[in-house]
């Protein structure tokens, strides 16, 4: 299958072939053509399979052959989770829209309004947003949705685990009912199934992968550390690269923060991003990132969403998610676009718990012992919330081991990891 089976406009051919891409990802080959008939879609799609192109493509060659453009009033509203995703999706309606002649702009807060506004007052044909600062300008009478033709909704779970649900039903009220949908979702619970159903028109099911399992490009390991050695540990994981580009997930903003500075101390250029930081402060941050001035990228689970960074070789998961399924988005962030990736978690005592929540997700991650913080032997602890201890639901058990440990029944301490070879556990 090449772009040119799915009957492309010539200008998005020359989009595409700039941007270097060879041929349709498989969700871009299932959802393209259905979207060009006007059909609704409902896409449950891996992170980073190209889930963008899959609708940009088609909504901008339907907006160009229909010479809406021609038109006043908005025609296309994209509705995203974060700011960076939002810019990213901005970014790629600019790349694949070349020579369309359609106007786009992107609303997002934490920055000023006046840019926005400026840009809405002279006119666009698209807007992409966050839906807290969409609302706020539609209150103000900058933004109206009347004339919308096309309504995408993007990575609808995290915007239901961002608490967004109330936002976008503001939002859908005000659109006019008569218009081509877009749903996308990584995982599809049962509250998210329920919001499709309402909103869309006998939609295209389009799953190119089960929900809620990770790219195959992406090899996960898990190493054993108690908490107070996690810095060591990564430390000592970032000696052993060369040239490496890390993204990092730690649980909290604080906890973001101090590795940030320690890593700094050590020589290691780092920066955290999160929801704390100013708009300005992140996508600066993000710049650097992908400019490779520096080399790891310290952030929540805010920021995970929206990085479309493709070349992130190791995505470490410092502290390990709450919720079983962030941990399959974090990991997106790398193995993108066919790119192989390494998804590194370290799981301390208290979080073994959240360990084997993954372990039902995700069959493949490799307990990796040869390292000289492991603790896989140490006793399990209950997981901490909030720093509390949370009640354990279950008997106290002694090893996390979920099946899955290449290990098992090997000793793993650290005065006998040097003596091990360290090629056959390790991530490598
Ligand atoms: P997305 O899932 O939309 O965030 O896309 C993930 C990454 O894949 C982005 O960096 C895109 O630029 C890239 N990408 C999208 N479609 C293709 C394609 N057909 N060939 C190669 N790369 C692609």
């Known amino acids: 299958?090449?772009?040119?089976?799915?009957?492309?406009?010539?200008?998005?051919?020359?989009?595409?072939?700039?941007?270097?891409?060879?041929?349709?990802?498989?969700?871009?080959?299932?959802?393209i053509p259905h979207i060009l008939e006007g059909k609704d879609i409902c896409g449950s799609a891996q992170t980073g399979t190209g889930k963008t192109a899959a609708f940009a493509l088609p909504m901008l060659q339907l907006l160009f052959n229909s010479k809406a453009h021609q038109r006043k009033g908005l025609k296309a509203l994209i509705l995203a989770p974060t700011r960076e995703l939002a810019q990213q999706i901005s970014d790629s309606f600019r790349d694949?829209?070349?020579?369309?002649?359609?106007?786009?702009?992107?609303?997002?807060?934490?920055?000023?309004?006046?840019?926005?506004?400026?840009a809405l007052r002279s006119g666009v044909d698209i807007v992409i947003a966050t839906p807290g600062r969409l609302l706020d300008l539609m209150e103000q009478g900058f933004v109206h949705l009347n004339t919308i033709e096309f309504f995408?909704?993007?990575?609808?779970?995290?915007?239901?685990?961002?608490?967004?649900?109330?936002?976008?039903?503001k939002i859908i009220a005000k659109l006019p009912s008569k218009k081509q949908t877009l749903f996308f979702s990584a995982t599809m619970p049962v509250e998210i199934k329920k919001l499709s159903d309402s909103l869309l028109k006998n939609p295209v099911i389009v799953q190119t992968a089960p929900a809620s399992t990770a790219a195959v490009t992406v090899k996960q390991y898990v190493y054993h550390v108690k908490t107070e050695n996690k810095k060591a540990l990564l430390k000592f994981i970032l000696d052993k690269e060369s040239k490496p580009h890390v993204l990092v997930f730690t649980r909290t903003k604080r906890g973001a923060d101090k590795l940030a500075k320690s890593l700094n101390a050590d020589g290691i250029k780092a920066e955290a991003i999160h929801g704390n930081k100013s708009q300005n402060a992140r996508q600066k941050a993000l710049d650097r990132f992908k400019n490779r001035q520096i080399s790891m990228l310290i952030a929540t689970d805010v920021?995970?969403?929206?990085?479309?960074?493709?070349?992130?070789?190791?995505?470490?998961n410092f502290d390990l998610p709450e919720e079983a399924e962030t941990y399959i988005h974090r990991i997106g962030r790398t193995g993108r676009a066919g790119y192989?990736?390494?998804?590194?978690?370290?799981?301390?005592?208290?979080?073994?718990?959240?360990?084997?929540?993954?372990?039902?997700?995700?069959?493949s991650i490799e307990v990796v012992e040869a390292h000289p913080y492991d603790a896989s032997q140490a006793s399990e602890e209950p997981r901490k919330l909030n720093g509390q201890q949370q009640r354990r639901s279950g008997p106290r058990r002694n090893n996390s081991n979920s099946g899955h440990n290449p290990n098992k029944g090997g000793g793993g301490n650290n005065s006998n990891w040097r003596g091990r070879r360290t090629n056959d556990r390790s991530y490598r």
Do not use: W
């Open 96 to 118: 694949y829209g070349k020579g369309l002649h359609l106007r786009h702009t992107v609303i997002y807060g934490g920055v000023s309004q006046h840019g926005q506004t400026n």
């Open 1 to 31: 299958m090449t772009f040119e089976n799915l009957n492309l406009l010539p200008q998005i051919l020359s989009s595409l072939k700039a941007k270097g891409y060879t041929q349709p990802t498989p969700i871009q080959e299932r959802s």
């Open 152 to 169: 995408v909704l993007d990575e609808v779970d995290r915007m239901l685990d961002m608490g967004f649900i109330n936002d976008i039903k």
């Open 303 to 316: 920021a995970s969403r929206g990085l479309d960074i493709t070349e992130i070789s190791h995505v470490i």
């Open 340 to 363: 192989s990736g390494i998804a590194i978690s370290f799981c301390s005592p208290d979080e073994r718990a959240q360990l084997r929540d993954i372990n039902k997700l995700t069959k």
